[in-house]
Structure formats: C-alpha cells, structure tokens
C-alpha cells in the first residue's frame, strides 16, 4: 500500500507559508508580462520578464510561482467560471514516495536558497539529465495528432527531494479537452526509485468540496468523521478507497469532488476568513481519471478551518487533499479536470444511498 503520510513536524516551520505566499509572488508576477495567444493557446510572452502561464484559450490553465500563492506548486486556473486572472482553483503539489519517505514538492526547503518549496522549472523537451533552472519558462510545443486535434505540451522539472526522488512532469493541453490537463510523470536519471508519485490537488477547501464520487456512491465530508478530532496541524486523516470502488468509464478510473452548495460563492463568511479562501465564480467539479491498474487508490483528507487559521470553513468540514495514487511506472499519466458540468456528465449516476462513516 503507498505510504500516506500527513503534512508533518515540516509544518512547524510554515504556520505562516499560505497566507504569506499568497501576497509574496503576487508583486513579482504582476511585473511579468502576461502569457500571449498563439491559435487556440496561450503560451509565456518572450523574454525572462514573462508570467510562468500555459492554457487553452477559454479553456483550463496551469501555472508556477512566481504567480501568486506558494513555491512548489503547479497551480490550476479555470477562468470560465468567472475567476478574476491570476485567481487559482486548486494547486497539485508533487509528492514521491521513497520507502517510508514522501517528499512535499510545497513544504521542503529548496537546497538552492534555503526557501521553502522545492524549485521548478520548465524545458519544452525531456531532458535525462536536466541542466540549472532557466530564467525564462518554456513556450510548449504545440503537437497536430493524426486527428486534427491540437495539443500542447512542456516539462515540469522539480529539483531533488531530500528522499533522493527527482521526479518530472510532463503536462499536456488538448485542444478538444478544454477542461482537463494530463500530468504525466518521469524520472531523471539518477533518481531515487519511487515506489509512488503522487500528484495532489491540495486545495479543495477553497471550493469547499463536501462531495465524493465514488462509483454508485457519494460520501460526505460533513459524515465521513462525525467523531474524528484533527491531528495537531487541522487536519482530519487520510480515508482511502481501491479501485474496486471507484467508477470505471472505458478503462479509466474516476474520482469527482463538488460542493455541497448550490451558490458556493455565496456562503456567510466568519470575520476571520482571509479573502483568498473566499470562493469567487460558479460552481464545478473536480475529478481526476487515470488507467486502471492494480494498487490505484482514491484518497482525501478533510479540515473543519481553514490552512492557517482559526477561521471555521462555512457548512463544516470539507476535503483539502483530493488524489489519485498508484505505484510508480515510467509515463504514468493522471488527468485532472476542472468542469462546469455536473458529474453524471463524466459517467457517475445517482448514488443509491450515501456512503456510511465508518466503514473504511
């Protein structure tokens, strides 16, 4: 079974990290040039001085610091749901498991300036071996398929973990896909072995996701730990699901998360609620899909406040942490999406009954 591991005694020395990191970046990206369109793309503008921004025009984004928010994430934007420029929907933090060792793409220090959050950096073209981080962000290599269909792609590269992994990340854009981003994942060479690179989105208590989409299930947050207190940072333990229960469409896994909330952007905030978790635009819903394969799991965990604060989430609890994990195999691909859709769009129908606590 791959390790779950919590954010640990790491997260002693980032109590400040989210609300901080949130403002620190956000100077120095709006000194950057904004991404430009090329065809259906948007792509980073020429030069150093550009914004680390790839996306389909109308379509899902992705980004890195130094856009707003903390070092060491791939940030995901979804502006068709009316979120000003630059305002994220989730993050996904890289994870690799070692051993009994899981690296926090989000919360290790850099070796290259001490600052936390492992450093990324971007190639258009897979290198074995990668060279010293570039200033400038890769542009993407736009790729016609024997269909038609455009893509775009480029390499995610983040820096050693201290468990000796040194994974990367292939990120794919499909043209006829506007609301959806495959991550695919690589080792260098000479990398740790990985027994697991997880890819999770990190944040879903922006959004305030309460539901869980299983297959002919859904499991509440609000029930999931009706008698749980949180571990000592907030947070409700990981719950887990094998691929045995979890909706299979044409040979690939899904996993769909939605709010509990018709009007998400509408809730009745506590005072000390910070803007940034304050939901702007439309509902959606959150999913990953990946292959089937044997050892895939569906994984969570939950807060009742939000990161960093003592500010309680309106309507309870709701799940941060949202993935899908397997062992680790050169070229893996997990796809994360962010629709405007309701779920019996990506294939799950109405749930028979909601899923009891407890029973995990």
């Not at 970046?25 to 020429?46: F, I, M, S, T, Y």
């Not at 150093?48 to 379509?59: D, E, F």
């Not at 074995?128 to 400038?136: D, E, L, V």
Request: glycine letters at 10%; aromatic letters at 10%.
């Amino acid at each position: 079974m791959i390790l779950v591991q919590m954010k640990t005694a790491m997260v002693l020395l980032l109590t400040f990290v989210f609300a901080a990191a949130q403002a620190h970046g956000a100077p120095a990206a709006k000194r950057l040039a904004p991404p430009v369109v090329r065809g259906q793309w948007l792509v980073p503008a020429d030069g150093n001085a550009s914004q680390p921004v790839w996306g389909i025009r109308g379509g899902i984004a992705v980004g890195l610091w130094p856009t707003p928010g903390p070092r060491g994430l791939l940030r995901i934007y979804a502006p068709y749901l009316g979120h000003p420029p630059l305002r994220m929907i989730n993050y996904i933090a890289v994870e690799p498991v070692v051993g009994r060792r899981r690296g926090l793409s989000e919360l290790e220090p850099s070796t290259r300036d001490g600052a936390r959050g492992k450093a990324m950096w971007t190639a258009d073209r897979m290198e074995p071996s990668p060279r010293t981080p570039r200033g400038s962000p890769a542009k993407g290599r736009i790729i016609r398929l024997a269909d038609d269909t455009e893509t775009l792609t480029f390499f995610v590269f983040v820096e050693r973990f201290a468990n000796g992994a040194e994974p990367v990340v292939q990120v794919t854009l499909r043209q006829d896909r506007p609301h959806e981003v495959a991550l695919t994942v690589f080792a260098v060479e000479g990398s740790a072995r990985m027994d697991a690179c997880v890819l999770t989105a990190t944040m879903g208590n922006y959004a305030r996701l309460r539901h869980l989409w299983l297959k002919g299930k859904v499991v509440d947050a609000t029930h999931l730990w009706p008698d749980t207190r949180p571990g000592a940072w907030g947070f409700m333990p990981h719950r887990e699901w094998e691929l045995r229960r979890l909706l299979t469409v044409d040979g690939e896994a899904v996993v769909a998360a939605t709010p509990n909330e018709p009007r998400p952007n509408q809730p009745t905030y506590a005072d000390g609620v910070p803007r940034h978790w304050r939901y702007r635009g439309k509902p959606a819903t959150q999913y990953w899909r990946a292959p089937a394969q044997p050892g895939l799991v569906a994984r969570v965990n939950g807060r009742a406040a939000y990161w960093n604060t003592r500010a309680a989430i309106p309507g309870g609890v709701s799940y941060e942490n949202f993935e899908l994990a397997a062992p680790f195999r050169e070229g893996q691909t997990f796809i994360f999406g962010v629709t405007p859709e309701p779920p019996n769009r990506l294939g799950f129908r109405a749930a028979n009954r909601e899923e009891p606590a407890g029973g995990y």
